[in-house]
């Protein structure tokens, strides 16, 4: 009879943009931790992101909890990021620019009496 094995691998890939997927999904690690750190199960889970089985995510919350430091610093890192991305891109003229118009424009729909 062969032994268990045990040693398992979390159902992870690392992005060439820096973001860990679950799974060979679109689903960031980031998206499962945040829900289960709300509160959500496994299957709440799923229910918001059904391209995964419960098997990545639970497998994705293990390795989150096995390596609870790294994956807070991780998420970190990458909220930090976000914020940069998000600052830099609402400080450029072109977007206030646009902005400008696309409300213009709204406002001059509003005002277009219906025929």
Do not use: C
């Not at 750190?37 to 889970?45: F, P």
């Not at 229910?47 to 807070?72: C, K, Q």
């Not at 709204?106 to 277009?112: E, F, P, R």
């Amino acid at each position: 009879m062969s032994p268990l094995e045990t040693v398992q691998t979390a159902p992870l890939t690392l992005w060439e943009d820096g973001s860990i997927r679950v799974g060979s999904s679109r689903v960031t690690l980031d998206s499962v931790v945040h829900e289960f750190i709300q509160g959500a199960t496994a299957e709440q889970i799923q229910d918001d992101f059904p391209s995964l089985s419960l098997r990545e995510i639970y497998g994705a919350i293990s390795y989150y909890l096995e390596h609870e430091d790294r994956v807070s610093e991780y998420l970190r890192r990458r909220e930090e990021e976000a914020g940069r991305v998000r600052a830099e891109t609402e400080d450029r003229p072109r977007i206030e620019a646009l902005r400008r118009r696309v409300r213009e424009r709204h406002v001059g729909l509003k005002a277009k009496p219906e025929a």
